[in-house]
């Protein structure tokens, strides 16, 4: 390798747990002596961290690696890496149709990141597969977020088999780390100025399950509570059946959890939630729901749906539609069923036509919006807590989020200062407007300095 100093860049693709795999390889290469590039197309090394979860991740997955692959044939850059879930699911289809890719790894291979980077700036071309097991999910790391939050990724893999997802054979058993490990981490998190933690795995509420025979998410959050400097803890993918009553109480009683939960039901109608392995029903989700609103006032409730599983009745589907209707959810990701190779659901009879899936999820996600327009109207006049995250140039004003969105899926909201706040200041702001499903509203100082 040469005397001078390599540039590394890395494309992170997908979800929060996939980047934080990304942000554990960065840190290996920064210690390494190499210089981490943040614009990707100026580096000399440029590592993909591909997702392979659905047809549309698989395609802007493929679309990055070619982009790459066409600088590095015109000169621009040297080495091109493949990593994550694409990597480990389609390796030898990756080989096959890009050669001019110097690494194919899996994800068993992320903790050799630094000897793979090495190999490749020595002339190597390597195809590798580790094991699934030997993913790292713990060590420092490069937050590739804003510095002011983290995603804090508390287990690997899952165990829910469910017949429409390929995570489980992509990553893996659902593995959890020892609390003290992760508590441990994100104290340090917090002495490098993060506030806002993200609590993620595949499924956060079946932690500690597999290393102490018990759930142990409500536990686990109250001793994140405990660290100094952290503001708000947010949690993700809590799934319906594991909601306790210790965590409800928890989340109701700690004031540093934001009364927020992503809770993934894909479906409400029973037959579809057989089919797909999952447990309950739409008269079991709206008693959940019912339940969290009167034991957590306030709480603001995100889930995910599935448009067009194999079987999908058009009765089936206004059943759909008209849940989201009814339960008027917070936010509604709704996304149209991606038959996925190796799941059960492939295999099944009755598959719907793309467009015809693809139209259900329009229609599900247009009924969400109205749903949130109005809860939005509801809003206007309040001030709320909002955690600032930069200036938006072509709007000519700040942008944040209060602990109401989660941060890259969910809205923004927009707001004027006289003074400029610092990246990460948690202000108040009164709300006075919306565009589309995003807020606009007025930093409260300016209010009390017009009424002075």
């Known amino acids: 390798m040469s005397e001078n100093v390599i540039k590394v860049g ?6 929060p747990k996939n980047q934080v795999d990304a942000e554990l390889m960065l840190h290996k290469l920064k210690e390494a002596g190499y210089q981490l590039e943040t614009e990707p197309g100026l580096a000399d090394v440029v590592i993909i961290n591909t997702c392979g979860f659905i047809q549309a991740a698989k395609e802007e997955a493929i679309e ?14 040297k080495k091109v890496i493949v990593t994550g879930c694409l990597a480990e699911r389609y390796a030898d289809e990756i080989a096959e149709n890009m050669p001019d890719a110097d690494v194919i790894a899996g994800l068993g ?7 793979i980077v090495n190999r490749a700036l020595e002339g190597e071309t390597l195809r590798l597969k580790g094991k699934k097991d030997e993913l790292p999910i ?11 939050y983290a995603y804090l990724k508390i287990a690997e893999g899952c165990d829910n088999n469910c ?8 990553r893996g058993r659902f593995r959890s780390r020892p609390m003290e490990n992760i508590i441990k981490e994100a104290e340090m998190l917090a002495k490098n100025g993060v506030t806002e933690l993200v609590v993620i ?13 018990e759930y142990k998410l409500a536990e686990l959050l109250r001793e994140l509570c405990k660290i100094d400097g952290i503001h708000w803890i947010r949690t993700l993918y809590v799934y319906p059946e594991r909601i306790t009553d210790e965590l409800i109480d928890t989340i109701a009683s700690e004031e540093k959890l934001v009364k927020y939960l992503d809770i993934p039901m894909q479906h409400c109608d029973p037959d579809i939630l057989k089919a797909m392995n999952r447990p309950g029903s739409g008269k079991e989700y709206k008693a959940l729901i019912k339940k969290l609103r009167e034991r957590i006032p306030g709480v603001v409730l995100r889930t995910s749906l599935i448009a067009g599983f194999p079987g999908e009745t058009k009765d089936q589907f206004k059943k759909l539609a008209q849940f989201v209707k009814d339960m008027r959810l917070d936010h509604v990701g709704c996304f149209a069923y991606s038959e996925e190779e190796g799941t059960r659901a492939a295999l099944m009879d009755h598959q719907i036509d793309q467009e015809e899936k693809e139209r259900r999820a329009e229609i599900v996600n247009e009924e969400q919006d109205n749903v949130t327009i109005a809860k939005n109207e509801k809003r206007l006049g309040q001030t709320v807590t909002v955690v600032t995250e930069g200036w938006d140039k072509y709007a000519e004003c ?10 890259e899926i969910d809205g923004k909201i927009f707001f004027s200062s006289k003074r400029r706040p610092y990246m990460g200041e948690y202000l108040k702001v009164r709300l006075t407007d919306m565009m589309d499903v995003d807020m606009l509203g007025e930093n409260e100082e300016d209010i009390e300095d017009s009424a002075e």
């Open 109 to 115: 291979c992320n903790g050799n990141i630094v000897e």
């Open 398 to 407: 700040y942008y944040g989020r209060s602990e109401y969105e989660a941060p």
């Open 64 to 77: 990055n690696i070619d982009e790459f692959l066409t600088l590095k044939q015109e000169g621009r850059i």
């Open 163 to 170: 017949a429409y997802c390929a995570i489980p054979a992509i």
């Open 10 to 15: 890395m494309v992170s693709l997908g979800c």
């Open 201 to 213: 795995a595949q499924d956060t509420s079946r932690y500690g399950k597999d290393l102490y025979g």
């Open 138 to 148: 713990e060590g420092e790391r490069e937050l590739y977020s804003l510095p002011f």
